[in-house]
């Protein structure tokens, strides 16, 4: 018997609070066209006072778990997959997540690849939910708000200026004939591992005073134009590889791709890469209202696309990121309700009403 994983639901969590692009372009000292026509950044969101990361990750879960109804309890593991800058240095944030959504019955972690965190998590959630006969509903929740470490006045961190918050969920189920979550292909880069750092607050750099006066908190490129270089020869074909890979190994091609969820990037690269698939803008969403908010951008545009009647039952979806790191990272998923054999068929999707 083959088993499938499928996602029942999503949640997620935008602040109140939120910049323009104008705004930024002010801070940085920009014209507003270079921010919002070639950023792309026409608004994004601000943490709140009560904002904290995992906390966001937690309005974002009981969503999702709402949005299901299902029993918190019936929750068998809990992922973590917000951002290490949370609520405090050293903390396990998805034991508290697990703790405050009520799935008493669950053990949790954390994982982290920075903005390719929820993809990966994908992966190593069908992994364990394959290789363990007891995990049958698992949760992915966390809040992202590296915002925090923008310095405006930094032109090396200008291509980070679009960086935002709010938080996200996913929630999957074993032998479950919807949404199916079929393949991910993932690529890591080390040579890039140390390009864009936050300098002070580790061990190798710890806070004093001199690092705050010198804002060595804040992140940092450490070898812009080297990073550029490097940079430019690997992402786009790294980009394009991992979607490719990712439907080859669900068993689809390019040609098959309905709907691109990717991560929030300069209105160039995000063209570039619905051209290069042949996509139209209708495909995907550009993020310009939303920011970067990190791993959470592809949930994000994956609930966006449902409202607005974009994804269609029998369409094959592709979830796709990149992290500073680097990491690439590509999830297809086969939308819609199945058969009972793991094909999909067209009726109503529960996520309609969304």
């Not at 906390?55 to 969503?63: D, H, P, R, V």
């Not at 750099?205 to 010198?214: G, H, M, S, V, Y």
């Not at 490719?244 to 390019?254: A, D, P, Q, T």
Request: aromatic letters at 8%; glycine letters at 10%.
């Amino acid at each position: 018997m083959v088993l499938h994983i499928g996602i029942v639901s999503t949640g997620i969590y935008l602040p109140e609070e939120f910049l323009t692009g104008k705004k930024i372009a002010e801070l940085a000292g920009l014209p507003v066209a270079v921010v919002e026509e070639k950023m792309g950044i026409r608004k994004k969101y601000l943490p709140g006072a009560q904002d904290h990361t995992c906390q966001m990750g937690i309005i974002a879960a009981k969503k999702a778990i709402a949005k299901a109804g299902i029993d918190p309890l019936e929750i068998d593991l809990v992922i973590y997959i917000g951002e290490e800058h949370k609520e405090y240095p050293v903390w396990t944030a998805g034991i508290k997540l697990q703790e405050e959504v009520g799935a008493l019955n669950a053990w949790a972690f954390d994982v982290a690849l920075r903005c390719g965190t929820t993809v990966m998590a994908l992966k190593v959630a069908k992994s364990m939910m394959l290789a363990d006969p007891s995990i049958r509903t698992v949760l992915l929740a966390g809040g992202y708000r590296n915002v925090d470490f923008l310095d405006y006045e930094n032109p090396r961190s200008r291509f980070m200026f679009n960086l935002g918050a709010g938080g996200g969920a996913i929630l999957l189920q074993k032998d479950v004939d919807k949404n199916l979550l079929l393949e991910t292909e993932i690529i890591t880069d080390g040579s890039f591992s140390e390009d864009v750092v936050v300098v002070a607050g580790g061990t190798k750099n710890p806070i004093t005073k001199e690092a705050l006066d010198r804002r060595l908190n804040k992140l940092d490129v450490l070898d812009p134009e080297g990073m550029k270089q490097r940079l430019e020869q690997k992402s786009m074909g790294n980009f394009l590889k991992v979607i490719r890979e990712s439907l080859r190994k669900s068993g689809y091609s390019e040609a098959d791709l309905s709907y691109l969820a990717i991560l929030h990037m300069k209105k160039s690269a995000h063209e570039y890469v619905l051209k290069e698939l042949g996509l139209s803008e209708e495909q995907s969403i550009y993020l310009e209202d939303y920011g970067h908010i990190g791993q959470i951008d592809q949930i994000l545009s994956l609930e966006l696309a449902l409202e607005q009647g974009k994804i269609k039952d029998g369409d094959v979806v592709v979830l796709v990121s990149a992290g500073i790191g680097y990491a690439w990272g590509a999830t297809t998923i086969k939308w819609g309700k199945g058969d009972g054999n793991g094909e999909c068929v067209h009726e109503k999707s529960a996520f309609a009403e969304w």
